[in-house]
């Protein structure tokens, strides 16, 4: 009888377990034209089973066979898939015209066109409401919404399906009252007789509208009696305002210097703009931060110096009679243990208007994914400044991280923006505890709207300039919109020896944070100039693409003096000439007069160079610098997949300037060459720009 009931249980347990043996299914999802689609939600139907696709549009979820798989994307129709005994699943998914088909006006009072919108709306007015003839708002609301779960518990819970959640918040809606963030208690208080409507948003425009707690979807309520403040208007956001670079004649101008730059805002800061609907005041776009917002393959310095110098010349590809010149520089990577101990200095505005979701609470979310990769060796320090500064944590190893994070979550906003008094204690606070042989940097987080103190453009520098003498480097991050000040975060970060970014989202801050860390804190050539000479046998005249703040005089180039950029680890730096070849005619270049005492000609030369390139850096705790110098030949080849790519980035950057030389092309040619040099694009940033063009009509 013991062996019969052993051989029962084995069985037992054997059925049970071919029961439940699942198959690992795998796949890529793409749109209707071949591009990966990120953040497609794959369910199992009938089960809690699920996950959504990478930037790749790659999946992997584990199901029992006979499952059905159904992939649901915004703007998509849903597709099933049976699992039978294929455990590779890849198909490109339809858009569904009808998902999308009228403009929505959102709580922001921002208007939204549909083609520029990837987000389903849907409204519910107050006649719908009152027809539940339920006391409760949140009562009313269930079955009027689709997708819409109200789970009355010990307390009212909201979840919008079909939206990504983030870490440790489970799936819950924001909720907005008359323009206000709120909570699901306050909702349920309402009677939904004082409602006028209700607009629930879903998708990922929740997250550009809202910031990360939009994430999840977003339930927009407007009562009969409300007064909404409206945003700040665009107008109040300030952008140096720059005229863009001409072509020049090798024969009057032989030489063009200019200063590198690795910031990246202004592409992160277009994309806001774009997803909101907004337009792009020209200012606001920067192209060499716009092409140097992407990875380019570049290969890593092979001696002492600190990068390496890459030549490409290629048909220009919006202009047959001209040639692109690509000039790229590679840092040397340093894995973040090789790096010296940090002492970082997080100096954080809290004033009043760091209080919306997008601001503080996003740059909570962005900065504890700086402090977790903090090694112990490193050391933060806390400087907080509204109307006044003061220290909220003092110098703490990086062992401690609940400390650090402890002090950091605990910030609020409130007050006005005393910035020069935060920078000065900041830098204070940084010098006291410098580390000779480490990275001493202060990291300032803001909006830049400062208003107490010194705070104008003119004040900040000179508070900078004395500062940078310390040895301490700086970041700036920019957040948040309506009174986003970049002429001042750009001028603060090039003064100060520092880069500037503009955090737009929590993927932004794990580009900055995460992927770009070492190169984000830690500097391995300072003061890095460029200087050109193109041969003038090859070349009639040139323009550099871009980088119109970071010119700077001939002379400057071996004044060690003059400030210029910073290069961080692993960082590279990317700059686009427009050249035109000597015999062909160009309505670009102005007819130069004949001179009296010297004489327009060029010296014999027999030379196949196309240019001389010199370079000048400083070390890190340098004063003299090292100069380097690369020819490169006069020879035209096919244009790589890196060189299409950042040549139509460029020229996207040239039609939102509405430029004199992007040949009356259309943002349809931009596509077309940013898709023929997308190329491996493992992060999916090449086809998240591909999607941004597709949304603007130029």
Known sequence: MKVVLQTFFILLFTVQAYAQKEYAVSGIITDESGLPLPGVNIVAKGSTTGTQTNFDGEYAISVTPGAILSYSFIGYVIEERKIRKSTTISFAMQPDVNAIDEVVVTALGTK?????????????????????????????????????????????????????????????????????????????????????????????QGSALYGSQGANGVIVVQTKNAIIKQPEALSNEAYTKFHENKFKS????????????????????????????????????????????????????????????????????????????KIGLQGKTYENEAIPASNLTFLIDVSGSMNSANKLPLLKSAFTLLVNQLRDKDRVSIVVYAGAAGVVLEPTSGKHKD?????????????????????????KLAAKNFNKNGNNRVILATDGDFNVGASSNSDMEDLIVQKRKSGVFLSVLGFGMGNYKDDKLELLANKGNGNHAYIDSMQEAKLIFGKEFGGTLYTIAKDVKIQLEFNPSKVRGYRLIGYENRLLEDEDFVNDAIDAGELGSGHSVTALYEVIPVGVESAYLDPSSELKYTKNTVRENTSDDLLTVKFRYKKPDGDKSIEMVHVAPDAIVSASEDMRFAAAVALFGMQLRASQFYNKTTSKDVVALAKSGRGLDKAGYRAEFIRLVEAVDL
Request: charged share 20%.
């Open 250 to 325: 090798t024969i009057l101008s032989p030489l063009s210097t200019f200063s590198i730059d690795v910031d990246k805002a202004s592409y992160s800061n277009v994309r806001r703009l774009i997803n909101n609907g907004q337009e792009i005041p020209a200012s606001a776009v920067k192209i060499e931060e716009m092409v140097n917002y992407f990875d380019y393959v570049y290969p890593q310095p092979q001696n002492e110096d600190p990068f390496s110098i890459n030549v490409e010349q290629v048909i220009t590809p919006w202009n047959k009679d001209t040639r692109l010149v």
């Open 112 to 204: 939204r066109r549909k083609d520029r919108i990837t987000t389903v709306s849907q409204e519910v007015r107050y006649e719908q409401l009152s027809q539940a003839n339920n006391p409760s708002v949140v009562n009313s609301l269930s079955g009027k919404v689709s997708g819409l779960t109200i789970q009355n518990q010990k307390t009212t819970r909201i979840v919008l399906r079909g939206n990504r959640s983030l870490p440790n918040q489970g799936k819950k809606a924001l909720i907005v009252i008359d323009g206000v963030v709120s909570s699901e208690q306050e909702l349920s208080a309402i009677n939904p007789n004082k409602i006028n409507e209700v607009n629930v948003i879903k998708g990922a």
């Open 403 to 427: 400390k650090i994070l402890k002090a950091l979550n605990n910030l609020s906003a409130g007050g006005s923006t005393a910035g020069g008094e935060g920078i000065e204690l900041a830098y």
